[in-house]
């Protein structure tokens, strides 16, 4: 059964950045595309950035030039870069296949833009 372990988050002040990490068993990350997605209070869950079997990444509008995702296949880890963030970022951040969900989310981490 495959477990997405996702953390990294917390407040932060606006401006500031944070690196969250995905963590999968039960499955081989080397062979998925990947992505990470967002859900804020009140709004449905949302793509922000993926990452292919071969590397290339897309990012939604609103956090291009802001986040950068990657992957290390060694450690079965897909990481979130965020940087400048502000506080519509607030929300609970998820990793999952980029297409072809895995059945089960992880938890999420909550990321807090506030000052």
């Known amino acids: 059964q495959v477990q997405l372990v996702e953390s990294g988050g917390g407040l932060v002040q606006p401006g500031g950045s944070l690196r969250l990490s995905c963590v999968a068993s039960?499955?081989?990350?080397?062979?998925?595309?990947m992505a990470w997605y967002r859900q804020a209070p009140g709004k449905e869950r949302e793509p922000v950035a993926s990452?292919?079997?071969?590397?290339?990444?897309t990012y939604a509008d609103s956090v291009k030039g802001q986040f950068t995702i990657s992957r290390d296949n060694a450690k079965n880890t897909v990481y979130l870069q965020m940087n400048t963030l502000k506080p519509e970022d607030t929300a609970v951040y998820y990793c999952?296949?980029?297409?072809?969900?895995?059945?089960?989310w992880g938890q999420g981490t909550q990321v807090t833009v506030s000052s």
């Open positions: 999952n296949r980029a297409s072809g969900l895995f059945a089960t």
């Open positions: 990452i292919t079997v071969g590397g290339a990444t």
């Open positions: 039960g499955t081989n990350l080397r062979i998925n595309s």
